[in-house]
């Protein structure tokens, strides 16, 4: 499976973006499909989640409220709407996909391939 990330780039604080991830190959055994983000000084971090189904949908606390993720399977797409943009999400957002089931854990080692990234900037 390959994934291709886009969507960032550069907006002010309090301002949108939406990022697609686009999956092409043979998804059939994916379970689920998430975002991560590697954020200046830290390591890459969970943003979000959902099911191959498109639900259930997991979020990390710093993101929840503000950004939501949703699946076109027919598409095979999946979508990260962020909405009031923080100069503290700025960094590369990375999709990618998992075959286990216990990708709501968040870690990215439960993730079994990864598209490249695309940078988010978040000015003040």
């Not at 886009?6 to 190959?25: D, E, K, M, N, P």
């Not at 099911?51 to 399977?73: C, E, H, L, Q």
């Not at 999709?95 to 695309?118: F, I, K, M």
Request: hydrophobic share 30%; glycine share 12%; proline share 2%.
């Amino acid at each position: 499976v390959q994934l291709q990330a886009s969507g960032g780039g550069l907006v002010q604080t309090g301002g949108s973006l939406r990022l697609t991830c686009t999956a092409s190959g043979d998804t059939t055994s994916t379970t689920a499909t998430g975002w991560f983000r590697r954020t200046p000084g830290k390591e890459r971090e969970f943003v979000a989640a959902i099911a191959w189904r498109g639900s259930p949908t997991y979020y990390a606390a710093s993101v929840r409220g503000r950004f939501t993720i949703s699946r076109d399977n027919q598409k095979n797409t999946v979508q990260l709407q962020m909405k009031s943009l923080k100069v503290e999400d700025t960094g590369v957002y990375y999709c990618a996909g998992s075959v286990q089931n216990n990708y709501n854990e968040g870690h990215p080692r439960l993730y079994d391939y990864w598209g490249q990234g695309t940078q988010v900037t978040v000015s003040s």
